[in-house]
């Protein structure tokens, strides 16, 4: 049974930036892909980024593509993702979660993708 712990959200200004992270452990671990999400108040969960741990291929949603960066370090099997240019209307809950299988980019990018999800963390934009 994985489990998932994101840390390094916060309440920050505009324009600012974030770097989140999220560490993957327990049991016999194994990786196939790692992505990050968000939910903001009723509103729908949303794709952000995605991963594949085997080749490092990486792929981002349209909203955050050329703002956020994705990245991993596989010997702590952990993945970052880099918020730059932060807006308020990034204020959101930002979720990371774990594929176990040998994934194509296309299931990263859905939330049926992923076996596993972390408790959150919350992004705050505002002036």
């Known amino acids: 049974q994985a489990q998932l712990v994101e840390s390094g959200g916060g309440f920050v200004q505009p324009g600012d930036s974030l770097r989140l992270s999220c560490v993957a452990s327990?049991?016999?671990?194994?990786?196939?892909?790692m992505g990050w999400f968000r939910q903001a108040p009723g509103k729908e969960r949303q794709f952000l980024a995605a991963?594949?741990?085997?080749?490092?291929?990486?792929f981002y949603g349209s909203s955050v593509k050329g703002r956020f960066t994705i990245s991993r370090d596989r010997a702590k099997n952990t993945v970052y993702l880099s918020l730059n240019s932060l807006k308020p209307e990034d204020t959101a809950v930002y979720y990371c979660?774990?594929?176990?299988?040998?994934?194509?980019?296309?299931?990263?990018?859905?939330?049926?993708?992923?076996?596993?999800w972390g408790q959150g963390t919350q992004v705050t934009v505002s002036s």
């Open positions: 979660a774990l594929n176990q299988g040998r994934p194509i980019m296309s299931t990263l990018t859905s939330r049926q993708g992923y076996e596993f």
């Open positions: 991963i594949r741990w085997s080749d490092n291929n990486s």
């Open positions: 327990g049991g016999t671990l194994s990786i196939g892909g």
